[in-house]
């Protein structure tokens, strides 16, 4: 991914202001910065669910990028469906039912939940479900704002261990210090005034640079 020169105003906000850089394949991005510095928007953006101000960003023509928002409640409104009918619209054409109910299973969801309206589920459980999406899509490249939101230390520990194993390219935003320091190859830290600071390294690193004891 190639970034160049991107901005993006809210009212009287300046949430990203003239950020540019290259993006490596393989690598890990933890997204950190303040509530309300520009995460989000730029997570976003790399998504292409918002559009910059001024400024371009161009993805390889061999990239599938997969996006998971920080509130993904508005994906689960069904009243007239169940779990195992929304995990279906995702799968692809070589996914049988038995790896539907394999997924579902992996991600805690016995038998007796398939029969559940999406709208019912608590916000770890929509987590949860989204995961399942991004998996059957096989996405070479995630884009997560803040994946670890309503999931308890087992669960979190559980999706630390797959994202581990993810062998494509990695954007997350996160305020869990551990989930950050056990992931990221790479650190941006958004600044106030929409700039983003690249650190070349571990979060370990990043916090040496800034002399912040963990």
């Given at each position: 991914?190639?970034?160049?020169?991107?901005?993006?105003?809210?009212?009287?906000?300046?949430?990203?202001?003239?950020?540019?850089?290259?993006?490596?394949?393989?690598?890990?991005?933890?997204?950190?910065?303040?509530?309300?510095?520009?995460?989000?928007?730029?997570?976003?953006?790399?998504?292409?669910?918002?559009?910059?101000?001024?400024?371009?960003?161009?993805?390889?023509?061999?990239?599938?990028?997969?996006?998971?928002?920080?509130?993904?409640?508005?994906?689960?409104?069904?009243?007239?469906?169940?779990?195992?009918?929304?995990?279906?619209?995702?799968?692809?054409?070589?996914?049988?039912?038995?790896?539907?109910?394999?997924?579902?299973?992996?991600?805690?969801?016995?038998?007796?939940d398939l029969p559940?309206?999406?709208?019912?589920?608590?916000?770890?459980?929509?987590?949860?479900m989204s995961f399942?999406?991004?998996?059957?899509?096989?996405?070479?490249?995630?884009?997560?704002?803040?994946?670890?939101?309503?999931?308890?230390?087992?669960?979190?520990?559980?999706?630390?261990?797959?994202?581990?194993?993810?062998?494509?390219?990695?954007?997350?935003?996160s305020h869990d210090?551990?989930?950050?320091?056990?992931?990221?190859?790479?650190?941006?830290?958004?600044?106030?005034?929409?700039?983003?600071?690249?650190?070349?390294?571990?979060?370990?690193?990043?916090?040496?640079?800034?002399?912040?004891?963990?």
């Amino acid at each position: 991914l190639k970034v160049a020169g991107i901005s993006k105003r809210f009212g009287g906000l300046q949430a990203l202001s003239d950020v540019g850089m290259t993006i490596e394949r393989g690598q890990v991005y933890g997204l950190i910065g303040p509530n309300g510095a520009g995460k989000t928007t730029l997570l976003r953006m790399l998504a292409n669910d918002l559009a910059p101000d001024r400024g371009t960003l161009k993805w390889s023509e061999n990239t599938d990028a997969g996006y998971m928002a920080q509130d993904v409640s508005d994906q689960f409104l069904q009243k007239d469906s169940n779990l195992f009918d929304w995990m279906t619209s995702y799968r692809q054409p070589t996914d049988d039912d038995q790896q539907i109910r394999s997924i579902l299973g992996r991600l805690l969801f016995s038998a007796d939940d398939l029969p559940k309206e999406p709208h019912v589920l608590s916000g770890g459980e929509k987590n949860r479900m989204s995961f399942g999406r991004l998996m059957l899509r096989r996405h070479n490249v995630l884009l997560m704002d803040e994946p670890t939101n309503h999931l308890d230390m087992e669960s979190i520990e559980s999706l630390q261990l797959a994202l581990d194993k993810f062998a494509g390219t990695l954007f997350f935003v996160s305020h869990d210090r551990e989930f950050v320091s056990t992931l990221a190859t790479r650190v941006w830290e958004i600044q106030a005034g929409g700039t983003v600071v690249d650190y070349r390294g571990s979060y370990e690193e990043y916090l040496a640079s800034r002399g912040i004891e963990d």
